[in-house]
Structure formats: C-alpha cells, structure tokens
C-alpha cells in the first residue's frame, strides 16, 4: 500500500478526522466485577480521548485496530481482530506484519465499514487522530465517532501532526497495557538523539537535510513537523531552506523543475522499502532529469530510508540508525 503522504492529497485515508491537540490517557478508577487484582470479568477504567472520556475494558479481549492503533497494540502484546488496513509491510516490523497481514481491513475506499466492523464484535475500538495546529475535528469525523461508538467503546487519542504520532502510540500501548516495551522505546530514542548530536556536531552544522517524496509530477519537501523532518530535527540537524520554515503543514510542494532549489549541502533523503528497494515516490524521482542533474545525487549524498514516515518510537529508532550510517558517509 502506498501511503498517502504527498501535501496536496490526504495524508491519511481518514483525513477529514484530523485534529488539534496531543490529549492524555490517564485512566480513571476501575469499575465492575473484579478479581483480587481488579482484572476481573467487566473491570473497566475511564480515559481521555480526543472526544472527552470513554469508559473501556480494563483488559479488552477484541480489539479493533483503527488507523495508527496496530503497531501500538502489538507492541502491547495485542493482536486486534481487523485493523483500519493492516497491508503495508514498509510500516511494520517484519514479525508484526506476519500477525496482521491476513486480517480483515475495515476501512476502504469509501470510508469505515462498520458492518464488517461490528461483525468482529469488538468490546474496544482505538486509534489516532492527526492534526495541524489551527484544526478542529470536522463534521464528518465526529459523524464517524457516533457510529463507531455505537458499536462499542472508541477511544480516539489526539496527535498534533505527523511528528507526534509517536506519542500518541505510546499513549495507545500505555491505555491497552502497561506500555513499557514503547516507553523503553522512548528511552532509546533518547539515548540515540544525544549520541548523534554529541558525535556528529561537526556534519550536523555543514549539511542540511532534505526528506523527498514524489507524486503526479509534484516533489513535497517534508518540514520539522512530518515523520521524518522532526526526527532530523530532534538530532539537531536543520533541513533543506526550502522547508526549515514551515511549520503548518508536513511538507512543501516543488514542481520537478523546482528541484534545483534545494541546497546543494541537502543530504536527500527518499522512502525505501523493508526490500531494500526504492518506495513509489523514490523510483519515480529516478526517471526525472532535474532530480539526477542535483549536485547532491551526484555527489553521492542521496539515500534510501526504510520506514520513511515512522510513526512510533520502535520505527524511530531504526531511523535514527539509518541516519547515523548517513552522517559516517557524508
């Protein structure tokens, strides 16, 4: 599946549900039948949500994977009945990927399929939803919440652009589980962003970074709130002068005769494959004059990045060791 990345088309396939504010998931006091432990049959907790508090399972037993949900849920040892779309393998580990792949998708091309949602009888439905800063939950998405939530509890937890997605997933494997294999995640991703600044300060001050994606003849440059962008900036690296500026939206659009005004300091970077070979948009790059003409391809200084757009701590940290064998190569 490729993903909807591109800034003049949805960015996800749900992408009137987008959203202002990250939100938290502190849990309310368990309620219901309970074992000595208060995990007992009916046990539920209240949390917030990106639509107030939701009272769920303590211990849910079907869950339905809604968008950004499944990486968390297995990261929490769940293993939903249906996801939003579970058939992309460049954004799951490999392991991950085995346990969702054959699983029905309840999101097509026309928006949810509640009749297929309702039929795994779900006792829990959880997802994200994205947001750019001046964004409210549209009408739509809040038609989509009432379905949804008459089907069974909904948690929707709020991620403020692309970049905070990570948390937002780590919110999701907290809600679900104890979420310590994700915050151990964090940790590392913290360990690794210290390393980098502290041991590539010198490259990190000379080149800028330009993370590029290519779609119907349009190259998008992706800022410091996307995936990738806030990534490179979280190391202390600075992007392309192209999109180091913006900060509404999660990339900037150039024509393929544009391309010419990237730095020609910009390491570029393009989506790749768990394969190894290139994503749709970087194979597409690869039959564009302009793009092979830049002083950057050929100097060497362009390269593929597995898990292009991450969106959990796990992927990032992958990430950040892809681009540490960048900054040893430049």
């Known amino acids: 599946m490729r993903v909807a990345t591109r ?6 396939a749900a992408a009137a549900a987008l959203v202002l504010s990250a939100c938290s998931s502190g849990a309310g006091d368990a309620a219901g039948k309970q074992d000595a432990d208060g995990q007992g049959d009916g046990a ?25 949900a499944i990486g968390p849920l297995l990261s929490a040892g769940i293993t939903p009945k249906a996801t939003a779309s579970g058939d992309n393998p460049d954004g799951l580990l490999p392991e991950e990927f085995e346990k969702v792949k054959d699983l029905p998708a309840v ?12 039929a795994q009888k779900p006792d829990l439905l959880i997802g994200t939803v994205r947001a750019g800063k001046d964004e409210k939950i549209s009408p739509q998405a809040q038609e989509e919440y009432k379905r949804l939530k008459g089907i069974a509890p909904t948690v ?30 964090k940790e590392e991703y913290v360990k690794k962003i210290d390393h980098i600044k502290g041991t590539y300060d010198d490259k990190l001050k000379e080149y800028t970074f330009a993370p590029i994606d290519h779609f119907e003849g349009n190259v998008s440059v992706y800022t410091r709130i996307s995936w990738l962008g806030g990534i490179i ?11 180091a500026g913006i900060t509404d939206r999660n990339g900037t659009d150039l024509s393929t005769e544009q391309l010419t005004k990237l730095s020609d300091k910009s390491i570029i970077l393009t989506e790749m494959g768990l394969d190894g070979k290139p994503g749709a948009g970087a194979a597409e790059l690869a039959g564009v004059p302009t793009y092979q ?6 100097a060497g200084h362009a390269f593929g990045v597995k898990y292009f757009f991450p969106d959990r701590y796990e992927t990032a940290n992958i990430v950040l060791d892809q681009l540490e064998d960048i900054l040893k190569k430049v």
Not at 7 to 12: D, P, S
Not at 45 to 68: D, I, N, Q, R, Y
Request: no cysteine; net charge negative.
């Open 7 to 12: 800034t003049g088309v949805a960015l996800l």
């Open 44 to 68: 539920t907790k209240t949390v917030e949500t990106a639509f107030g508090k939701v009272e769920m399972p303590t211990k849910p037993k079907s869950v339905v994977a809604l968008e950004g």
């Open 107 to 118: 999101l097509g091309s026309d928006g949810w399929e509640y009749e297929k949602i309702a």
């Open 156 to 185: 929707m937890i709020l991620a403020e652009g692309a970049t905070h997605a990570k948390d937002a997933s780590l919110q999701i494997s907290e809600i679900v589980g104890s979420g310590d294999k994700a915050k151990q995640a």
């Open 233 to 243: 900036t979280d190391m202390g690296g600075k992007l392309d002068p192209v999109s």
């Open 293 to 298: 003409q830049l002083p950057s391809v050929k």
